[in-house]
Nanobody, 121 residues
Framework: QVQLVESGGGLVQPGGSLRLSCAAS????????MGWYRQAPEKQRELVAT???????NYADSVKGRFTISRDNAKNTVYLQMNSLKPEDTAIYYC???????????????WGQGTQVTVSS
């Protein structure tokens, strides 16, 4: 099995910061990319940021300049540093990994359980 476990969510005031972590564990042959998605109530899940194993990054326009994604390939861990948080950032944040479990398996997406981020005064 493959598990993705997020941590670091919580309640923060507007303008504050949080750092999310996600560690992948289990049967993993290779991770091609990892990322963060978020879903607010009554809205679709949307991409926040992704990073490849080689370090290439992609950000949603709404978080550019405020959020930074990084990774530790040796630990199969991805981080999301969130600064200058706004109420609009309130959502459940989900970790995603595009990974291959073994040489003879096709790669596919795996998801974490989600962690709540609430930005409110």
């Amino acid at each position: 099995q493959v598990q993705l476990v997020e941590s670091g969510g919580g309640l923060v005031q507007p303008g504050g910061s949080l750092r999310l972590s996600c560690a992948a564990s289990g049967d993993i042959f290779r991770i091609y990319s990892m990322g963060w998605y978020r879903q607010a109530p009554e809205k679709q899940r949307e991409l926040v940021a992704t990073i490849s194993s080689g370090g290439s990054t992609n950000y949603a326009d709404s978080v550019k300049g405020r959020f930074t994604i990084s990774r530790d390939n040796a630990k199969n861990t991805v981080y999301l540093q969130m600064n200058s948080l706004k109420p609009e950032d309130t959502a459940i944040y989900y970790c995603n990994a595009d990974l291959q479990r073994a040489l003879w398996y096709a790669k596919r997406d795996y998801w974490g359980q989600g962690t709540q981020v609430t930005v409110s005064s």
